[in-house]
């Protein structure tokens, strides 16, 4: 849970702290504790109170509580150009008096009044006068606090004796931890819960409630009788037992279209290809013209008789690649023709198909004399050429270079190339968060969570997740429960994020020949891991109980102001980017140093074209290869791709080129690919997790359940697969069967749950 | 006296009692469900509601429903 800090405009001295949204000061959520304990132990100068203005009687309960912390309040009235749309009135001069503060009126959304607010307060805070709470309760309840309140210690201040009396009439037992002595208060108590037949509690909770009305007729006016706001019609249709799902399917595949195929796509090309690539056309200007002169140029000087031969020879032989290569040439297609010929072109020469002697390249193998995109329209370079240029003017050392080029300009620019994509679906979720639909899709998926022991809260960390885990897993901080947030946690990052697509993408074309069912599958795969996850976990010890209540208050709907989106979608992704440029700058170096010393001759050293199998990650990819054995992708290569995977997951492409899937089979490839999906993430979503779970071994906790959990699925699905598939063998399937039952178990075991909650209730009433 | 979860959409009813544990029972008393208090249902999805009470919306989920008795 986390407080935010800044400092006031035109107010250097002035320190402002930003407390969680809060109900009460009662200790039932994480949030309510965490501001309690600050504003009682930390004792700002002054508290800017702001309350809703269109439901004040409800904000007004926690006003009371904050009166009685001895503290200068100011309470600012918030929505006030919602007021004054729908005609109602509040009138700060009476609630003032009423509550025995200043009022001031402001607007959030429209930014009005937030200066004057936030000077009051400081004003307030130099004057050092604390405004004694005016409300009062009915008197045997003022009898009984101010009893207490005698009996309060030393310790304890004059101005906040109240606060104090209150809570321990309340036997909230938190409190207790801010306090010195605790004196004896349950004749009080008892006294009081006679008189009232009730608990002390819900008596002092009743008396605010009981003061605020009191008071709400002569402080604000409402317009209009009762009567369904526009907010509540649109939810009779957004949460409508029957429409409530399609709608929400409709929404969700609107965001995702956009954001990953048209819009995304191409944010994704311009990053990778532009902006870390060779460079691009500002706005687009020169890039038909260059198009034109390249594709010109190839059917002139690439695509030559003595090239289809050689193409259609392979094509013939079945080498892998043919018929892309075949295709670019019928179409006159030179980018798709460079691409697979930098894909293909080392697996054509192994097979005796020399494609180099019949294409027109230069000494440094390049396309000689090809056109140049620079010298079409505005060429603007890309930041590893300008980094080349700059580090050819200094006459940069050959290691030097190849570790800032290839290690650090590589590394995080590839990372740093699904920050568009990332952002434009995060446009569309902090839309969706701040207009208020997101609160009812919690409202709407609990009922779907429920069933297998999360809380519908859950969902929208997952739903963040398909983006990057990071932000996902930091807006689990939501849901109170503690829990369902451990298990949300956990889980968040089985739905494939925004970097495992390029995994799915390389094993869908390299070997299912683009299929689009590999890709359904993974997220299928996502989501049935969370269930299994969420049902197994439930039934044990540590998860046991049912998840939390589903309480949320909704916000009214409205229009969110453009700033607004732009700073939720700019907070998630810079988290994102802050880990780029720090976690994965630093295993970028560390994999570069992996893949560039190790063994030179027979010693060891540093070697600038080094053999993957020669380096010292070569070597700890050998070392542990036995590992994933039985998974089916027990070579080097796919054990170092996985353990890149924990730098971020799309590395695992860039160990694993499109050959090296060759020599796999399917099967082999997709227990790779599903051990890849479910296993750890990566560093920056780890460093999320510790810091979420606020706990080392929980930490170790979650990052263990996902590892062994992936294994134990890549395990069923490749032995039992390669059973039918009439490979199998007889310690792999009876390893896979054991497995396979044992995860049965602990599906359908009963709930343990019961026997302990009844446990507790007892031990409870026990005590009391 | 019913559970809220039985009552009708759009209708304005009164509480007359919050049961449940203590824990919850005070959740919802800090929430606005006091005895006393007026709430109307806008809508429900199987058991769980969106209710309206003194005048803001809240989603509350079938089990609490339950313990609201109006």
Redesign the interface.
């Known amino acids: 849970m986390e407080k935010k800090e800044g400092r006031l405009k035109g107010h250097k001295d002035v320190t402002i702290m930003d407390l969680p949204g809060i109900?009460?000061l009662?200790p039932?959520t994480l949030e309510e504790v965490v501001a309690r304990n600050y504003l009682i132990t930390e004792r700002p100068d002054a508290i800017l109170n702001i309350v809703?203005g269109?439901?004040?009687?409800?904000n007004l309960?926690l006003s009371t509580q904050i009166m009685e912390l001895g503290i200068p309040v100011v309470v600012a009235v918030n929505m006030s150009d919602l007021l004054e749309k729908s005609g109602d009135k509040v009138y700060l001069d009476k609630l003032s008096a009423k509550l025995g503060c200043p009022v001031v009126a402001i607007s959030a959304l429209k930014g009005t009044g937030i200066e004057k607010a936030a000077e009051k307060a400081v004003e307030l805070a130099r004057s050092k006068t604390v405004n004694a709470p005016v409300h009062e309760f009915a008197a045997t309840v003022e009898a009984a606090i101010s009893s207490v309140e005698d009996k309060l210690g030393q310790d304890i201040d004059e101005e906040q004796k109240r606060f104090f009396a209150i809570k321990l009439l309340e036997k909230d037992d938190k409190i207790i931890e801010n306090m010195k002595s605790v004196p004896d208060v349950s004749a009080e108590i008892k006294a009081l819960e006679d008189e009232f037949d009730d608990?002390t509690?819900?008596i002092i909770?009743?008396e605010r409630?009981t003061y605020i009305s009191s008071i709400i007729g002569e402080c604000c006016k409402k317009s209009r009788k009762?009567k369904?706001s526009v907010?509540?019609k649109i939810?009779?249709v957004v949460?409508?037992?029957f429409a409530?799902l399609p709608i929400f399917a409709v929404i969700m595949f609107i965001v995702y279209y956009v954001s990953v195929t048209t819009v995304g796509t191409f944010a994704t090309d311009w990053a990778n290809d532009g902006l870390f690539g060779d460079g691009w056309h500002l706005f687009g200007i020169g890039t038909s013209g260059y198009n034109e002169a390249v594709d010109e140029y190839a059917v002139r000087n690439v695509f030559t008789e003595e090239l289809s031969v050689v193409v259609d020879d392979a094509g013939k032989a079945d080498i892998v690649g043919a018929e892309d290569l075949q295709g670019a040439i019928e179409d006159g297609d030179f980018g798709a023709f460079e691409e697979a010929y930098g894909s293909y072109a080392d697996a054509f020469a192994e097979a005796g198909y020399d494609l180099d002697a019949v294409l027109p390249l230069d000494g440094e193998g390049e396309f000689a004399d090809a056109p140049d995109p620079a010298d079409y329209g505005v060429w603007v370079p890309g930041i590893p050429v300008l980094v080349e240029r700059l580090l050819d003017a200094v006459n940069c050392a050959d290691w030097l270079y190849s570790l800032i080029i290839d290690g650090i300009v590589g590394g995080v620019g590839a990372v740093l190339g699904f920050v568009p994509q990332m952002l434009v679906l995060f446009i569309f979720l902090a839309f969706l968060e701040s207009c208020g639909y997101m609160?009812?899709v919690?409202?709407?998926m609990?009922?779907i969570f429920?069933k297998f022991g999360l809380s519908g809260k859950s969902f929208i960390p997952m739903l963040i997740g398909s983006g990057c885990g990071v932000p996902g897993i930091m807006a689990s901080r939501t849901i109170e429960n503690d829990r369902d947030r451990k298990m949300t946690i956990m889980t968040t990052t089985f739905i494939p994020c925004g970097a495992k697509l390029p995994i799915i993408a390389l094993i869908a074309t390299s070997l299912f020949g683009g299929n689009g069912f590999v890709a359904v599958s993974a997220y299928f795969i996502g989501v049935a891991a969370i269930v299994i996850s969420g049902i197994m976990l439930k039934k044990t010890k540590m998860f046991a109980g049912?998840p939390a209540?589903?309480?949320?208050?909704?916000?009214?709907y409205h229009w969110p102001t453009v700033g607004n989106v732009l700073r939720s979608m700019w907070e998630r992704g810079w988290s994102f980017i802050k880990k780029a440029g720090t976690i994965i700058l630093l295993s970028s170096i560390v994999i570069w140093a992996g893949s560039h010393f190790g063994n030179v001759g027979g010693s060891f050293g540093f070697g600038l074209d080094m053999e993957l199998s020669d380096s010292v990650l070569g070597y700890i990819g050998n070392g542990i290869k036995w590992i994933f054995a039985p998974l089916g992708f027990g070579d080097a290569t796919a054990a170092i791709a996985t353990i890149m995977g924990l730098v971020a997951k799309e590395e695992v492409v860039g160990v694993f080129g499109v050959l090296d899937f060759v020599s796999m089979t399917q099967l082999a490839a997709y227990s790779f690919l599903i051990f890849n999906l479910l296993c750890a993430p990566c560093f920056a979503a780890i460093g999320a997790i510790k810091r979420e779970m606020n706990s080392a071994k929980w930490t170790w906790f979650a990052i263990g359940y996902q590892c062994i959990f992936a294994y134990a699925i890549s395990l069923i699905v490749y032995q039992l697969g390669s059973l039918f598939t009439g490979n199998g063998n007889a310690i792999g399937t009876i390893a896979a069967v054991l497995v396979l039952a044992f995860l049965l178990y602990m599906l359908f075991r009963p709930y343990k749950e019961s026997n302990t909650l009844k446990v507790k209730v007892k031990t409870k009433k026990a005590n009391a | 006296m019913m559970p809220l979860s039985m009552a009708k959409?759009?209708e304005?009813n009164t509480i007359i009692k919050v049961g449940g544990k203590?824990?919850?029972?005070?959740?919802?008393?800090?929430?606005?469900f006091?005895?006393g208090?007026d709430v109307?249902v806008?809508?429900?999805?199987?058991?769980?509601l969106?209710v309206?009470?003194?005048?803001?919306?809240?989603?509350?989920?079938r089990?609490?429903a339950n313990k609201i008795m109006v």
């Not at chain 1, 269109?54 to 409800?58: D, M, Q, S, V």
Request: glycine share 8%; proline share 4%.
């Open positions: 109900y009460s009662s039932y809703d269109t439901n004040l009687e409800r309960y608990d509690e819900s909770t009743n409630y009762k369904l907010s509540d939810d009779r949460t409508n037992r409530a609160a009812r919690a409202f709407v609990d009922r429920r049912d209540p589903f309480v949320m208050e909704l916000p009214a | 959409e759009g304005v203590e824990d919850t029972r005070r959740f919802l008393e800090n929430l606005g006091v005895p208090g109307m806008i809508s429900g999805t199987g058991g769980n969106i309206n009470i003194k005048d803001s919306r809240v989603a509350i989920g089990d609490m």
